[in-house]
């Protein structure tokens, strides 16, 4: 069965930083964007980055110039680093698979994942 395993969530304090892994198992990685998802307490689920096939990204309005996503195909891993990080992104964050036919085909945020992780929670303090 496809899994999508997420790490390195934790508790920090505003001002600072994690990097999120999701390592993937039993789909050919590389045929699929990626993306970071996050669902807070009373929230609906919000598109945070994703990345293509080929590295393009896209990132929602609340963290463009903050996050940053990648990928290492060598390794089934996608990442995402969170810098500068404020109360309000406290959540679950979530990774995602969708299947992408065309290698040049752009990611996006609004589109339907085919597979999800189980999240892991990020608590930033005030």
């Known amino acids: 069965a496809q899994v999508l395993l997420e790490s390195g969530g934790g508790l920090v304090q505003a001002g600072g930083s994690l990097r999120l892994s999701c390592t993937v198992s039993?789909?050919?990685?590389?045929?699929?964007?990626m993306g970071w998802f996050r669902q807070a307490p009373g929230k609906e689920r919000e598109g945070v980055s994703c990345i293509s096939r080929r590295g393009s990204t896209a990132h929602g309005d609340s963290v463009k110039g903050r996050f940053t996503i990648s990928r290492d195909n060598a390794k089934n891993t996608v990442y995402l680093q969170m810098n500068s990080l404020k109360p309000e992104d406290t959540a679950v964050y979530y990774c995602a698979a969708r299947y992408a036919y065309f290698v040049y085909s752009d990611c996006s945020l609004s589109a339907q994942y085919n597979y999800w992780g189980q999240g892991t929670q990020v608590t930033v303090s005030s």
């Open positions: 039993d789909l050919t990685f590389g045929d699929y964007a």
